[in-house]
């Protein structure tokens, strides 16, 4: 943005400080530098029941839902980035990582966040049964191609909350569950 004549712009000063706190000893740039979302995820499934106060951890988790669409990836409400950090993008992958530990938190009980969720997870499959990472149909990209692992974590947390969705959802996740295991 420098070289386009706006390198007194806020955007552009921010985005240099950015730059110049993350390089790394050796000169390099880490590929993410806050993985909160993910690694929140992955620590609930690691505690179980074990963590304290496990509402407000929800409504925290829940509060990170993007509940607008994507200004890049034009991807609806409802999904979860890697992080609560501007920059992130709703993801396959933290969506679905993000239903498992509610489904932890919230001892199976339906929100409608996770509603929203299941809905989001449900746009992005790709026509061949299996989820990519950020966009349906790109498959430009390896990362927007079905991915197995991504879509084993889809139909996770399409199984676990299965029992408590509205008919019309379930019915919905019943159809994306028999495309995934296509």
Not at 43 to 63: F, T
Not at 97 to 120: D, F, R, S
Request: net charge negative.
């Amino acid at each position: 943005m420098s070289e386009a004549g706006f390198r007194d712009h806020v955007t552009t000063r921010r985005a240099a400080h950015f730059l110049a706190s993350t390089v790394r000893e050796d000169g390099s740039w880490p590929i993410d530098t806050d993985l909160a979302g993910w690694v929140t995820a992955l620590s609930v499934r690691a505690l179980g029941n074990d963590i304290p106060d496990k509402e407000q951890l929800a409504q925290m988790i829940r509060g990170n839902a993007f509940n607008y669409r994507h200004p890049f990836t034009g991807a609806q409400e409802g999904g979860w980035g890697w992080t609560d950090l501007s920059g992130s993008v709703p993801d396959a992958d933290d969506t679905s990582g993000t239903l498992v530990a509610l489904h932890t938190l919230q001892e199976g009980a339906y929100t409608p966040e996770i509603g929203k969720g299941i809905e989001w997870l449900l746009a992005l499959q790709n026509n061949d049964g299996g989820m990519p990472t950020f966009c349906k149909g790109w498959g430009k990209l390896p990362f927007d191609r079905s991915s197995a692992d991504i879509s084993a974590h889809a139909l996770r947390a399409f199984r676990l909350w299965y029992p408590v969705l509205p008919e019309g959802l379930q019915r919905k996740c019943r159809r994306s569950m028999a495309q995934l295991l296509t």
